[in-house]
C-alpha cells in the first residue's frame, strides 16, 4: 500500500468554540470549546489515519503551541515529522452555532526561514519514495515565494511520489506552473486564483500554467475531475447530509488520495472524496470522520457502496 506523506505549511491550534447563537458585537456564552492540532494538511492527515492508511504528518512547529501540537498528533497516534520554526504556531477560531455557517477567525502564522523550508523539501525526499503520495495542504505562511511553493512540488517529484496540492491563492498558481499532478481547489479558490469567472474559464487557465489534473469541490454539488487532454467526471454530492461543513473539503482530499492510493481510477476516487467529505459534515470538529458513517453515506449514491476496505477498527472519534 502507498504511504501518504502530508505537508502542512501553515499548522495551526484549531480551536472550536460551540454557542446558542452568533452575535456581532454582544458577549456570547461558549457552550464548550475544542482545541485540536489543526491545519488543512493535518485534518488530511486525521482523515487518512482514521481510513486505515499509512500515513505521515509533516510541518513547521514552533513555541508551546507548537509543542501541544507535535503531543496531540503523536497521542492521536498519527506519525509525524514536525520542522523547528523557533516561532510560535499560530491559532485559529471557528465559532459554531448548528444555525448558520461557521465564523472562523484565522491568525496568518510566522514567516518561514531558509532553513525551514530546506528541512521540509528534505523531509519530503526522505520520506517519499515511488509510489508514494504527496500531499502539500493548506495555507503558506506570509511571505512565501512562488519558487519555495515550487521547491516542495519538486521534492516530491524527485522522489517519484505523486504531486497532490490543495491550496489557494498565488499557491495554488505557483503549484500549477512547477507541475504539480493534482490541484484540489474549491470553485471559488479557482476561480480567484486564475482571475476567471468560469470554471471551464479557471480549468484552462491552470492547465495552461502546467498541471495535470484539476479535481474542483463544489460543496453540496459533490466534485469534478478534469484532466488537460480534455476529460472530465462529475461526481454528485451525497444528498440529504447536514451539519459543520468546516474541514469537510480536506476529509475530501483524505478520500480522494486514499483511492489513489489503492490504485482506484478518478471515478472511483472522486466517489470517494464525496462520501468522505459527507461524513465531516457530520462530526461538529474538523478533520473527522466516523468510518462507520461512510457506507451508508455511500448507499445514497448511485453504485451504493464505498469503494475503499476500512479497518476493522477505528481511532477514536470525537462527537
Not at 521547491?151 to 511520489?161: D, I, R
Not at 484540489?184 to 491552470?206: C, F, M, Q, V
Not at 454528485?236 to 481510477?265: C, F, I
Request: proline share 7%.
Amino acid at each position: 500500500m502507498a504511504r501518504v506523506v502530508v505537508i502542512t505549511p501553515n499548522p495551526a491550534i484549531d480551536v472550536t468554540y460551540r454557542v446558542d447563537v452568533q452575535r456581532l458585537g454582544e458577549t456570547v456564552r461558549v457552550v464548550d470549546a475544542t482545541r485540536r492540532a489543526g491545519g488543512k494538511g493535518i485534518n488530511v492527515a486525521r482523515v487518512l489515519h482514521a481510513l486505515g492508511r499509512p500515513v505521515m504528518a509533516v510541518q513547521p512547529l514552533g513555541g508551546a503551541s507548537g509543542g501541544w501540537i507535535d503531543d496531540e498528533l503523536a497521542a492521536a497516534g498519527i506519525d509525524t515529522v514536525s520542522v523547528p520554526t523557533g516561532r510560535e504556531t499560530r491559532t485559529t477560531v471557528a465559532v459554531v452555532d448548528g444555525r448558520s455557517h461557521p465564523t472562523l477567525y484565522s491568525e496568518p502564522g510566522a514567516a518561514l526561514d531558509d532553513g525551514v523550508w530546506r528541512a521540509l523539501e528534505s523531509a519530503i525526499v526522505e520520506h517519499c519514495g515511488p509510489q508514494d503520495i504527496l500531499v502539500i495542504a493548506g495555507s503558506f505562511p506570509p511571505a512565501t515565494t512562488a519558487l519555495q511553493v515550487a521547491s516542495l512540488v519538486a521534492a516530491g517529484t524527485s522522489a517519484g511520489a505523486l504531486v497532490v496540492v490543495d491550496a489557494s491563492g498565488e499557491a495554488l498558481v505557483a503549484a500549477a506552473d512547477a507541475g504539480a499532478d493534482i490541484l484540489k481547489p474549491n470553485e471559488s479558490e479557482l476561480l480567484e486564483a486564475t482571475g476567471t469567472s468560469t470554471l471551464d474559464a479557471g480549468l484552462a487557465a491552470l492547465f495552461a500554467r502546467g498541471a495535470g489534473c484539476l479535481v474542483i469541490s463544489r460543496g453540496s454539488a459533490g466534485l469534478i475531475g478534469a484532466s488537460a487532454d480534455g476529460d472530465r467526471v462529475a461526481q454528485d454530492g451525497v444528498p440529504g447530509v447536514s451539519g459543520n461543513p468546516t474541514g469537510a473539503g480536506d476529509a475530501a482530499t483524505a478520500g480522494l488520495v486514499a483511492a489513489l492510493a489503492d490504485g482506484l481510477p478518478l471515478p472511483e476516487a472522486l466517489r470517494c472524496a464525496a462520501i468522505t467529505g459527507a461524513a465531516a459534515v457530520l462530526a461538529p470538529i474538523a478533520g473527522v470522520i466516523d468510518p462507520a458513517d461512510l457506507p451508508r453515506l455511500a448507499a445514497r449514491l448511485d453504485g451504493g457502496s464505498f469503494p475503499l476496505a476500512l479497518p476493522t477498527a477505528y481511532p477514536p472519534t470525537p462527537r
